[in-house]
């Protein structure tokens, strides 16, 4: 057995590990929400026009952290895997090789961002003034790309790392002096100049470079996961490969989920706006089921990941048995409090009496399906950590593109907004059980503790893309 500084996750319990760092990351999993609170709050304060200009931002903003956060996976787990196995002179070698194209990405998206971003914006609909705020927003935004990009692969290390209580500090710490620079920056106090709805990106670079520097400085100077040296470019295009490899089905599987709901919000919306009030009021509502579970999670793949790389298989199993026993009691729990109090939680939401019904209605039905949701997630976790990304990223389209699309505009065909909410709870259990039998079959199919684990498929894409264009050498 491992028994590095970073391979914290191949000894002790599985349980008390898991909860351990769950319970360290919860308040760096509230504090990430932390972002777009504070700036959504000040920029409320300078009037309705700045407020939507930034709302139009979003989609753009969720895009590209998508892309960001698809390359800090790909950084993680293959440097999780190596460090489970002791090899921490090659991880440092992969995560300083994987930081150099996670920064020339970011480059990247910050000139086409600032070059044609702002055609994005339009296309979803910003006009007039309001497009000229929310350019302001952007250009500013841009800038601040490599800082984004690194501090979100930084954390996914510390995780990774064992060092989940720094993450989850930096995690605070970021979004503490965005809270202080906001209105400073904003508003223009202390004698800072008034910036307005500019004021809130660059609030927002600068506390994500505070964070990057801290991350990076704890990695090099107390992890020794980064160096500073020549590494060959055979080495680096390897390491590099390896990192899309797990970024690409990353990224499709997180666009899939916001494009998918949008297609449902869309099938909401024709019976009416009080259906489309009702059914959101019920998913802020489901968010708060989802914390901890999430930050569960958070320590799932680097477990996973590093026992795989350590070849400690039946650690993995027992992972398997857990997280889906605590997956499923917790939130199953978690719907029986919501099926039980729907009546009295509705009000807190709205006082419209069809709204308030629209609402029950949906937690009456959408919470029976929780658990599964987040089994499924959970197996998308395994078969990432052991070395095949894309079966995750096919789980995350089987969920929206087979199940809860078509099922949604099958009850739309028969207009039963109750049928809706079936859809999206059938979908999420059927869904759930196609992950979880391939998943069973994949913790049954790995070896004994020691043996050589079956090949990988982190380089499907190449496969399946880039061979059918270029001719063999």
């Known amino acids: 057995m491992n028994t590095s500084d970073q391979a914290v996750y191949t000894r ?13 990351m919860l308040p760096g999993t509230l504090a990430m929400s932390g972002y777009n609170f504070a700036d959504t709050f000040f920029v409320s304060k300078l009037g309705s026009e700045p407020l939507a200009a930034m709302g139009f931002t979003m989609p753009v903003v969720f895009f590209i952290s998508c892309i960001f956060r698809g ?33 020339i990405v970011s480059v990247v998206v910050a000139i086409l961002g600032i070059c044609w971003g702002n055609y994005l914006v339009a296309l979803l609909g910003s006009r007039g003034n309001t497009l000229a705020l929310s350019e302001q927003y952007m250009d500013m935004w841009y800038f601040g790309c490599a800082t984004a990009s690194l501090s979100m692969a930084g954390n996914d290390l510390l995780i990774a790392s064992g060092s989940s209580k720094t993450a989850s500090f930096m995690m605070i710490l970021g979004m503490a002096v965005n809270v202080i620079l906001d209105p400073i920056l904003i508003f223009g106090w202390g004698g800072a100049p008034e910036m307005g709805i500019s004021g809130a990106a660059l609030a927002t670079v600068l506390s994500q470079l505070l964070a990057t520097v801290a991350v990076l400085g704890v990695l090099y100077f107390k992890h020794h996961l980064i160096v500073f040296e020549r590494i060959p470019w055979r080495r680096m295009k390897a390491a590099w490969q390896k990192v899309i490899g797990y970024a690409i089905p990353s990224i499709l599987g997180m666009i899939a989920i916001p494009v998918g709901f949008s297609i449902t919000t869309r099938i909401t919306a024709s019976f009416g706006v009080d259906a489309v009030a009702g059914a959101t009021a019920s998913g802020r509502m489901d968010i708060v089921a989802f914390v901890f579970p999430m930050a569960l999670g958070m320590s799932l793949m680097p477990m996973v990941a590093q026992n795989y790389g350590a070849r400690l298989y039946s650690r993995i199993r027992e992972c398997f048995r857990f997280s889906v026993g605590f997956a499923f009691s917790f939130l199953l729990a978690m719907a029986v409090i919501y099926v039980s109090f ?11 009496a ?5 609402m029950v209605m949906s937690m009456h039905i959408i919470p029976w399906g929780f658990c599964m949701l987040e089994i499924h997630r959970y197996c998308g976790f395994f078969y990432t950590g052991c070395a095949r990304p894309s079966v995750a990223a096919y789980f995350n389209l089987m969920r929206i593109f087979i199940f ?9 065909y028969f207009g039963s907004l109750r049928g809706l909410f079936f859809a999206r709870m059938l979908s999420d259990v059927i869904s759930a059980a196609v992950a979880l039998f391939f998943t069973f079959r994949l913790i049954r199919s790995l070896p004994q503790d020691g043996e050589i684990p079956p090949p990988a498929d982190t380089q499907w894409w190449r496969k399946k893309f880039i061979a059918q264009w270029l001719p063999p050498r």
């Open 404 to 412: 809860m699309v078509p099922l949604s505009l099958l009850a739309a």
């Open 12 to 24: 002790g319990s599985i349980r008390g590990t898991m909860f351990r760092t769950a319970i360290s």
């Open 354 to 358: 069809n709204v308030k019904r629209i």
């Open 71 to 103: 390359f800090a996976s790909g950084i993680m787990t293959p440097a999780a895997q190596m460090l489970g196995g002791g090899r921490k002179s090659l991880a440092a070698k992969f995560i300083s090789s994987g930081l150099c194209l996670v920064l």
């Open 342 to 352: 729907a009546y009295q939680i509705a009000p807190w939401f709205s006082d419209d």
